[in-house]
C-alpha cells in the first residue's frame, strides 16, 4: 500500500498536461486478495492530494480499475483504456509478462506507468521503457542483488534454492536465478513448492530430503510476505533440517503483514519462531511500521476494512 501511495504524488505533475479538468487513471488489478483493495487505496491517495492542497481545486482524478495478469487481459484493458477513457497514467498490471508489453505501449503513447508490483531486469532499460516509474521499498532485482552480495561476504559458492509454483516472476529468485549466473555461484538443487502447503503436506513431498543432499546454504522465497515460508520452516525444524549445517536466506520484499510469522493466531507460536530461530532475512532498511500503522487506521477510518492477525 505504501508503494501505490507514495506513487500517487506523480499525479500531481500532470495536471499542467491535461486539457479537462479530470485526470483518467488507469488501474490495471491482478485477481488477488492481498492486493483486492487497492481501488480504494488510489482514491483515498487522491483524496489526500485534494485536502492536503497538493492537486489544484480544478482537477479531479477518476481511477479506472480493471483487470491483468489473466491471459494478458491487462495488456487488452490498458489499450481499451487508452483508446476509449484517454488514460493520463497507468498503475500496474503487477505480472512481468503483461508488464513488458504495457511498458512499451506506454512508451509509445507517451504516458506514464507505475510498476510497483514487477520485478524484470529488462524494466530498468530506459530506452525501451521510458515513461515507466517503479515505487516500492525494494524492487526485486535489487534484493537479488542484495541476496547476490550477502552470499559472496561469507564467500558461499553453492547454493540451493527453493521456490513457488505460482508468480515466480515477481520474486527476487527469479532475479536472482539470472544474475547469478554472472557470479562465482552454483544452484546446486532447486525445488518448487506450492506455497499454499502446510508443513505435513511439505514434508509428504519428500523434496526437502533431496534439497538436504546437495545444499546447505538455502535461499528460499515462496511469496512477497515473510509469512509464505512459515510452513517451509516449521517443516525444515520437524525434520532437524535447522542445525548448524543449514544457513537459510529469507528474501522479504512487501510488507503485506503488520506482524511477524510467529506472532499470528491459530499456530504453534513457539514452534514458528523456532523454525525462525536462525534464519537470516534480508528487507528493506526503509520499511517504517509507524507510517504503516498510521496508513492502516487512516484506511480503515475511511473504507471500514480492518486489518488482523
Not at 31 to 41: D, G, Q
Not at 205 to 216: C, E, I, V, W
Not at 262 to 272: G, L, R
Amino acid at each position: 500500500m505504501r508503494a501505490v501511495y507514495a506513487a500517487a504524488a506523480v499525479l500531481t505533475a500532470l495536471a499542467t498536461f491535461v486539457r479537462s479538468n479530470v485526470i483518467q487513471i488507469a488501474h490495471l488489478q491482478p485477481n488477488n486478495p492481498n492486493i483486492a483493495h487497492e481501488p480504494n487505496v488510489l482514491k483515498l491517495c487522491a483524496n489526500d492530494l485534494k485536502e492536503r492542497n497538493i492537486l489544484p481545486k480544478e482537477i479531479e482524478l477518476q481511477v479506472h480499475t480493471m483487470e491483468s495478469c489473466n491471459r494478458y487481459s491487462g495488456v487488452e484493458h490498458a489499450a481499451y483504456l487508452h483508446y476509449k477513457e484517454n488514460a493520463s497514467i497507468y498503475f500496474g498490471p503487477g505480472c512481468n509478462n503483461e508488464m513488458l508489453v504495457i511498458g512499451r505501449l506506454s512508451a509509445r503513447w507517451n504516458v506514464p506507468i507505475i510498476a510497483h508490483m514487477s520485478g524484470d531486469d529488462i524494466l530498468s532499460d530506459r530506452s525501451v521503457f521510458p515513461t515507466l516509474g517503479s515505487v516500492a521499498l525494494t524492487s526485486a532485482s535489487e534484493m537479488a542483488r542484495a541476496t547476490i552480495a550477502y552470499l559472496k561476504l561469507y564467500k558461499w559458492k553453492q547454493i540451493g534454492l527453493v521456490r513457488p509454483s505460482v508468480e515466480f516472476e515477481r520474486l527476487s529468485v527469479y532475479s536472482l536465478k539470472h544474475l547469478i549466473k554472472d557470479q562465482d555461484v552454483t544452484i546446486n538443487m532447486e525445488i518448487e513448492l506450492d506455497p499454499y502447503m502446510s508443513p505435513d503436506e511439505i514434508m509428504g513431498t519428500r523434496k526437502l530430503q533431496s534439497l538436504s543432499k546437495y545444499a546447505r546454504v538455502i535461499v528460499v522465497e515462496l511469496g512477497m510476505d515473510l509469512h509464505s515460508v512459515r510452513s517451509f520452516m516449521v517443516a525444515i525444524a520437524r525434520l532437524r533440517m535447522n542445525t548448524n549445517d543449514y544457513v537459510y536466506i529469507l528474501p522479504w520484499l512487501a510488507h503485506i503483514n503488520d506482524h511477524y510469522p510467529w506472532e499470528s493466531n491459530n499456530i504453534d507460536k513457539n514452534e514458528v519462531r523456532y523454525a525462525f530461530n536462525e534464519a537470516i532475512i534480508i528487507t528493506a532498511h526503509g520499511y517504517d511500521k509507524k507510517f504503516y500503522d498510521e496508513f492502516r487506521d487512516r484506511f480503515a477510518q475511511v473504507t471500514g476494512v480492518v486489518s488482523s492477525h
